[in-house]
């Protein structure tokens, strides 16, 4: 038997999920796409009960990538792997948003339980519901628990296993409603085929669902007919809209009438004092700017507590500390490995040595900080701040040409792109999904942050380490704000959608389920590092030990990757850091950083390994490797060179996923054209900025008139277009 577990983010899925499957779970990706997969097995006597927790959604429509795949795997009808039941989770403290997704989950006749979860909070606030009038009310049996304290999970699995032997009857709100002879006529249409799950498909051909009308092409004239000899002015006939009213509809006066809110309600009012100053129109976005600085500084500070401006010895920031550590270990291990071969070959150490640990350990030395960033990333999601940050950064992009929407997707590229912009589908206004798709890379993922962590730790870590990591996620936000008023005012002219989004309670974020998903990303870093990374490693060092001759080189400058990427290093010597002796290196990274951007710090580790002892002639440098390579930067090239590689192209699975998202070659193309000049323009000014104080002083002053100028016109205390000529309004233009 195989359950599967439905419900709004949010809703207590994954705590449900982990108490029944306990240390039975395991994660997968689903088949394509890199949402996780989590399947477990709970153990009732002798029976064995698969358990599978689908992604959180709101709905079964084909917005979002989640909504797809928890639809595509509940409709599904393959023997071994359809669920014989859904158990859908509700949030007791959020009854009528949650019903919404029930109510389309009974549509498609699927024996189903309802989980009451979160009751504790009901009970705390002093609210009541009537389970059994609710269970009345929508047919299918309804279990109050609570997912955190393990109460009602026997009774949820009792109830359900007897559900599954009563069957189930698919129903929809429709029948009854006032447009229940159109449905009925769909429906009657939608048989004629045959089909399974005739009611979903009718519902959906109704709501003009876009899978579901390319499944049944043949059937939509009849059914445009239908609706057309049906209009509806109160909806300006958008049957999806006066479907998701007539829900809502039902919900308040069939089933959410059986809970009783007590009158004050502590949990609410606790996250309305919250939002007051969290999301309070001045300081929100300071509020917001200070704790992603504190988590930067915990993260990659090297005076923790700025002991050295007392003339103290500074203390190293926790995450830097782990740095360092799992450095010192794996710096052993590779001289333990070192020595054992030190009697093979040249080539075979130098290929282990140089070329795989060198490369590798270059880049799981950061694992740490990279644990760190994401464990700060999921508390921030999990409390509920993530959704709030949207809301507040809809303020700010807002008068640029962004909705918070948009930003939603946007936010979730902070960890990995891909999800990110898979889940701009969400985004019905086309130009604003455009856009966003432009902007992911300027959200600086996960796989940059050991590019920033390894100059924060070198170059830069008695100079503020943590503002130049910290200074690289505020560019990438500044660049997109200026991207995007740029699109705004040349392709992608047009309105900013409305932004409406109703804000989850702050909830206490769970130590179990955090660390679980910790571990998950641990091991998922350490199969991509160790699979992928080592095998474009390996390439880099063959490319850059052998000449076009194939002997063994002594001088790196001589091997094919040097005599071919110094062929192309006039590209970047105006950004500064293709300059000098060791100038090709950090454009080879910047190539192997297209693959994956991993890549970047892997391929710096491969040089510094094979070209240490060059680098380091005399003695003076501190450390080895790769902070003596770094070493040869300046400071403006260095920024230069990282704000390239946060900019330009992401990864090739981010160009897949945007490629897929924006549907056609020639939007594709623009995007690379966007993101390479994008990159090139901003690392060019950074480094000529940096190099010559008064070119900064210009820029900076220009800057600054300009956006005074922009803030006075927007406060009407001067016209722009009194200076600038006039330009026609859109009066004129319609006069
Ligand atoms: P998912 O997004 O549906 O997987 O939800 P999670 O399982 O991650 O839970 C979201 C939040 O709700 C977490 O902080 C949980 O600790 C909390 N939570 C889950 N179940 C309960 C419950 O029964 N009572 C309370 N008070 N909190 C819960
Ligand atoms: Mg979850």
Not at 241 to 247: I, T
Not at 337 to 342: Q, S
Not at 692 to 711: F, H, K, Q, R, S
């Amino acid at each position: 038997m195989k359950f599967a577990l439905a419900g709004n983010p949010n809703s207590g899925k994954t705590t449900l999920f982990n108490n029944l499957t306990g240390s039975t779970a395991h994660v997968g990706n689903w088949p394509g796409v890199t949402v996780d997969k989590k399947e477990g097995v709970y153990k009732r006597g002798t029976d064995k009960i698969g358990i599978i927790d689908l992604p959180g959604i709101y709905s079964l429509s084909p917005y979002s990538p989640e909504e797809i795949i928890a639809r595509n795997y509940i409709l599904n009808d393959t023997p071994d792997d359809a669920p014989d039941l859904i158990i859908n989770i509700v949030d007791a403290t959020n009854l009528e948003r949650n019903l919404y997704l029930t109510t389309q989950l009974l549509e498609t006749g699927i024996p189903m339980v309802i989980a009451l979860n979160m009751m504790d909070v009901v009970e705390k606030n002093g609210d009541t519901i009537d389970v059994k009038a609710l269970e009345a009310a929508i047919g299918i049996p309804v279990i109050p628990i609570c997912a955190l304290k393990k109460n009602g999970i026997k009774e949820l699995i009792d109830k359900s296993v007897a559900a599954v032997k009563a069957g189930k009857m698919p129903t929809t709100i429709l029948k009854e409603s006032k447009i229940s002879d159109v449905y009925c006529e769909v429906l009657d249409e939608v048989k004629k085929r045959n089909t399974k799950h005739e009611v979903f498909v009718a519902v959906k051909l109704i709501e003009g669902d876009d899978l579901i009308k390319r499944a049944y092409t043949d059937l939509v004239p009849t059914i445009t007919a239908i609706l057309e000899k049906n209009p509806q002015p109160d909806h300006d006939n958008d049957y999806e809209s006066l479907v998701a009213d007539m829900r809502y509809q039902y919900i308040s006066s069939n089933l959410s009438i059986h809970q009783t809110k007590a009158t004050k309600n502590t949990n609410v009012t606790r996250t309305e004092k919250a939002d007051k100053v969290l999301t309070h129109k001045i300081w929100g976005i300071p509020i917001f700017i200070v704790i992603m600085f504190a988590v930067f500084h915990i993260i990659f500070s090297g005076d923790f507590l700025y002991l050295s401006i007392y003339g103290l010895e500074p203390i190293e920031a926790p995450g830097v500390y782990l740095q360092t550590l799992v450095g010192e270990l794996s710096g052993m291990g590779i001289e333990a490995i070192a020595g054992a071969l030190e009697n093979q070959a040249v080539w075979v150490q130098s290929l282990v040595v140089d070329g795989l640990l060198g490369g590798i350990d270059a880049v799981l030395s950061f694992m740490p900080q990279m644990l760190l960033l994401f464990l700060f990333l999921s508390i921030m999601e999990e409390t509920g701040y993530m959704a709030r940050v949207a809301f507040i950064l809809d303020r700010a992009f807002r008068n640029f040409g962004l909705s918070g929407r948009a930003l939603l997707p946007l936010l979730m590229c902070f960890g990995c792109g891909v999800p990110g912009i898979m889940a701009t589908k969400g985004l019905e206004n086309e130009k604003e999904r455009k856009i966003s798709i432009i902007l992911a890379p300027f959200f600086s993922c996960g796989a940059k942050m050991p590019i920033w962590a390894v100059f924060a730790a070198t170059l830069f870590l008695e100079r503020g380490g943590e503002f130049v990591v910290f200074g690289m996620y505020f560019l990438g936000i500044a660049t997109a704000i200026l991207v995007t008023i740029i699109l705004r005012k040349t392709i992608y002219k047009g309105s900013v959608p409305h932004f409406i989004m109703e804000l989850p309670n702050y909830h206490r974020p769970q130590v179990r389920s955090t660390l679980r998903h910790l571990w998950d990303k641990v091991i998922h870093y350490i199969k991509r590092v160790t699979l992928v990374i080592a095998g474009a490693v390996v390439i880099i060092w063959l490319l850059s030990s052998f000449s076009f001759t194939f002997t063994f080189v002594e001088d790196i400058g001589d091997s094919m990757m040097g005599i071919i990427s110094k062929g192309l290093t006039w590209l970047f010597i105006p950004l500064g850091f293709a300059m000098g002796d060791q100038g090709w290196m950090f454009v080879v990274a910047v190539f192997t950083g297209l693959i994956a951007k991993e890549m970047v710090v892997a391929t710096l580790g491969v040089f510094s390994g094979m070209t240490a002892d060059e680098i380091l002639e005399g003695g003076e440098l501190a450390g080895t490797g790769i902070a003596a390579l770094l070493s040869a930067l300046s400071i403006p090239a260095a920024i230069a060179f990282m704000a390239f590689n946060l900019l330009s192209v992401p990864c090739l699975a981010a160009v897949g996923a945007a490629s897929g998202e924006l549907r056609n070659k020639k939007s594709l193309w623009g995007a690379i054209g966007i993101w390479l000049l994008t990159a090139y323009v901003i690392s060019f000014v950074l480094y000529w900025a940096g190099t010559y104080w008064w070119i900064g002083m210009t820029l900076g002053i220009i800057a600054a008139v300009i956006i005074t100028l922009y803030i006075l016109n927007y406060k009407g205390i001067i016209k722009l277009s009194k200076i600038f000529g006039k330009t026609p309004d859109k009066k004129t233009l319609q006069l």
